[in-house]
């Protein structure tokens, strides 16, 4: 497929991305990673689930509308006569217009020759082209801007979505370094189940699939440029945990101290942007959270996947 994306001609800005499953801890490492002034972010860039925009507050304490940072984002857009709106920033790759395009962008990231063929739909599909270009030219000034204002070098992007990051990658991107962040499964499925109102067996079955979508775009990377972390070390032990990601990501560490918080940021999506209590703490309510009947299902769908990444 044709390259239509040219940020890595025109700007020596990094990307970073988080790839992960949801409440794998992306919002925490995004705000430790956010307080480097290297690194500039907004949390996930694909910008879904705000639900109702005049109600929503930006991680700073103010709400979205009111914040500063985002006027300041809205006014350098509409000084290069880009508008953008706060309700839609375009930068999630679907077509809710076209049934097709929406299914060739957002399907599941498989195997090499689900993957050719799905490059192949974007060059023939009837505007999957166009969308697609025009998505990766709204993710890159967004990128661009934010890490102006920010003065960051990095853009950090905890999307988590593996799809997200393939077309990203397939576009030509500036190096992209990616942060894999891996949680025990049993953690994962408590939240999935209460957040979404399904069994256990679905979240566990959810959970792997997940696992395999992420596996497939990793193959795609070179070793240097993938970090496997995971959440519990970063709750753990914050300091080296974050020493080691500096490292990865080629620049020199900072100290993170004992808030996730230290100062004031932007960031958008998980709702744990605007907790009281900005300790760093390990999140571990399924192991009383979950039933005795939860966690034999568990095993059974996922047991093996979990001890293959280390938890017993």
């Not at 270009?133 to 000034?141: F, G, P, T």
């Not at 795609?220 to 972390?229: A, N, Y």
């Not at 399924?286 to 005795?292: E, G, K, N, Y």
Request: proline share 2%; aromatic share 8%; net charge positive.
């Amino acid at each position: 497929m044709k390259n239509n994306n040219t940020l890595h001609k025109t700007s020596s800005i990094g990307l970073a991305y988080i790839l992960s499953p949801s409440f794998s801890g992306s919002t925490l490492l995004s705000f430790l990673l956010a307080g480097h002034p290297k690194i500039a972010t907004m949390g996930e860039l694909k910008a879904t689930a705000w639900g109702d925009i005049d109600e929503y507050y930006c991680s700073c304490g103010e709400l979205i509308q009111n914040c500063d940072f985002w006027k300041n984002v809205i006014k350098e857009l509409s000084g290069q006569g880009i508008h953008f709106d706060l309700a839609d920033f375009g930068t999630h790759f679907r077509d809710k217009s076209n049934l097709l395009v929406d299914l060739v962008l957002r399907a599941r990231v498989h195997g090499p020759a689900f993957e050719t063929f799905r490059r192949a739909a974007l060059t023939v599909v009837p505007g999957a082209r166009k969308t697609f270009s025009r998505i990766l030219d709204r993710n890159q000034v967004l990128i661009e801007t934010i890490s102006r204002l920010q003065g960051g070098s990095i853009f950090l992007d905890s999307s988590k979505d593996a799809v997200r990051l393939q077309h990203l990658m397939q576009a030509g991107f500036n190096r992209v370094r990616v942060i894999y962040l891996i949680r025990d499964g049993r953690g994962f499925v408590c939240s999935y189940m209460k957040h979404h109102n399904v069994s256990m067996d679905k979240a566990a079955l959810e959970w792997k699939k997940t696992y395999r979508e992420c596996q497939h775009v990793l193959r795609r990377l070179e070793p240097e440029d993938r970090l496997t972390v995971q959440y519990e070390s970063l709750c753990r032990d914050p300091k080296n945990t974050m020493e080691k990601i500096f490292k990865f990501l080629g620049i020199e560490p900072v100290d993170i101290g004992s808030s996730f918080l230290a100062t004031k940021q932007h960031i958008l999506g998980n709702a744990m942007r605007l907790e009281a209590d900005q300790r760093i703490k390990l999140d571990e309510k399924w192991r009383t959270a979950l039933s005795s009947e939860d966690l034999k299902m568990f095993e059974h769908v996922a047991g093996d996947l979990n001890r293959k990444l280390g938890y017993v």
